[in-house]
């Protein structure tokens, strides 16, 4: 079994899977077909050891699985993500000079605004594919955070959906989807190199500001560390809450009890956003690479190897969450693991969980019903365990 083959999410479900191979033990050794192998960890305590682990295993060799290698190496030690202690807390502290309380109170109003005119434009609809509607929240909050204007939002939506391969292009054939992705690229990055040079000259309360005239052990970040960390937060921001919200819905029309859960008591929503996340945990995987021979959950792991943290597998860890694969919007404790842990746990789970508790705080003030319409459609994707398309129907209120 080839956990990293992108058929394996997009054709049905992966969590029998996860829970035989764990069952035979906490690490596979996993061979692909071309013969490379990788160490996928697929249970909540060993991956946690992992990610608290960054002197064994490192992040600046790659985060992802069939990543560029020549691209790791450009990136290494100079974006946030593809970097170990202690530069990375130092990318990490600059970043977060710009949470100040003005620029959350801004971002808190657009999380808000951007909840409410999403599912009020989607119930007077009345539903259809709500894939590309879910991506307007996260998309405005971190345009909002890179300081974005706001005429913008629209175009930095659609360019990054194209360049993370989130879009659904119908029109575009396999030969000719990684030209368009690499066009989005590069638009993106002509972009903000275009608004960098403004914020140079004019800051404002926002991460491109901070960067900008930021300085990492004495020395400003130079243009090309700010746009690839630019890069990153656009990546990480929108892929998480976008595809937690689809899956948030998905479990609701599987599961109407839980909806109806929801509806009666709307303040489960603090065990009910935990619960979305770690049911639908997005980012799939998580890659180290071991700097010295370790031995891990039973495994002896060699120095060069690469070892994938599954998420989701950790988070259906029967070990730690009780039947693991029910979805329980009062689950308590939740222990989930959908932002990672350790040093590189996300640094935006704080405006995620914001998102999601708008997003469904609005559905349960302005829907009676959220039915299926046609079967969700998942990408096919080893990174992102998500949705091409997610057709329902949404019945007002008023109507129920």
């Known amino acids: 079994m080839d956990l990293a083959d992108p058929g394996l999410y997009a054709r049905g479900r992966p969590e ?17 077909p ?23 295993f490192v992040s600046e060799r790659g985060m992802r699985l069939d990543g560029d290698p020549a691209a790791v190496r450009a990136a290494a030690g100079k974006m946030m993500i593809i970097s170990d202690p202690p530069r990375h807390e130092r990318i990490r ?17 657009t999380i808000r605004r951007t909840a409410a005119e999403i599912v009020a434009d989607e119930v007077k609809a009345g539903g259809g594919d709500i894939a590309a509607a879910a991506a307007r929240l996260p998309a405005s909050v971190v345009a909002d955070l890179l300081g974005v204007p706001r005429a913008d939002w629209p175009y930095l939506l659609e360019r ?5 391969g989130a879009a659904d292009d119908a029109d575009a054939s396999q030969d000719r989807r990684p030209a368009k992705i690499a066009q989005a690229h590069t638009e993106l990055f002509v972009y903000f190199t275009d608004l960098l040079a403004q914020r140079r000259a004019d800051p404002a309360d926002d991460v491109l500001s901070a960067l900008a005239h930021g300085e990492i052990d004495g020395r400003p970040l130079t243009e090309e560390e700010i746009i690839l960390n630019c890069n990153g937060l656009i990546s990480g921001g929108n892929e998480t809450t ?6 948030g819905l998905l479990a609701l029309t599987d599961h109407p009890d839980q909806w109806r859960r929801l509806r009666a ?27 010295r021979d370790v031995d891990l959950g039973g495994a002896r ?8 943290c599954w998420l989701p ?82 019945t007002p209120k008023e109507a129920g």
């Open 16 to 32: 029998p899977v996860w829970a035989a191979l764990r069952a035979r033990g906490p690490v596979y050794r996993n061979r692909r």
């Open 93 to 109: 502290r600059l970043v977060n000079t710009a949470f100040t309380p003005r620029v959350v109170g801004r971002l808190r109003d």
């Open 160 to 164: 990054t959906m194209v360049a993370f």
């Open 34 to 56: 071309d013969g490379t192998v990788f160490w996928a960890v697929l249970s909540h305590r060993h991956t946690v050891e992992v990610l608290s682990s960054p002197e064994t």
């Open 301 to 308: 792991i060699a120095e060069g190897d690469q070892v994938a």
């Open 265 to 291: 008591d709307p303040g489960l929503l603090a065990t009910g956003v935990p619960e979305v996340l770690r049911y639908t945990s997005p980012a799939m995987h998580v890659l180290r690479t071991a700097v």
């Open 313 to 394: 597998a950790a988070n259906r860890d029967e070990m730690v969450f009780h039947e693991p694969d029910a979805f329980d919007v009062a689950r308590r404790p939740n222990r989930h693991l959908a932002f990672g842990h350790g040093p590189h746990f996300c640094l935006g789970s704080a405006l995620a969980t914001a998102e999601l508790n708008a997003f469904f705080a609005e559905l349960l003030d302005q829907v009676h019903e959220v039915e299926p319409v046609a079967p969700a459609r998942r990408m096919a994707s080893n990174l992102i365990w998500g949705f091409s398309a997610l057709p329902v129907r949404l």
């Open 242 to 247: 976008r595809h937690a919200v689809l899956g």
